[in-house]
């Protein structure tokens, strides 16, 4: 499911315009992309959580040439989802 497909569907099921859609769902997301760039976890109960975390600085081998490289430390997003949404899927 694209994003379109997936505004056209919760205009329909929640009886709102497709624009009305559209900004709720944009907001949703900005308001959450903040958060994390904030350095806040997103925890949303019965989906699951979305943090931001930092991966430290390692050395890593090239396989074809042998050469040691420093990757440099990164921050990167994670998702965890909760224990009752992996229910679902079991």
């Known amino acids: 499911m694209n994003n379109k497909e997936f505004i056209s569907n919760l205009s329909r099921k929640f009886g709102y315009n497709t624009k009305d859609t559209t900004r709720l769902v944009s907001f949703v997301l900005s308001a959450i992309t903040q958060e994390l760039q904030e350095g806040n976890t997103i925890t949303i ?24 490289m420093l990757i440099p430390p990164k921050l990167v997003l994670t998702y965890k989802p909760s224990s009752a949404l992996k229910e679902k899927f079991k």
């Open 45 to 68: 109960q019965g989906f699951g959580a979305f943090e931001v975390k930092k991966k430290l600085e390692r050395i890593s081998i090239n396989p074809t040439t042998h050469q040691r």
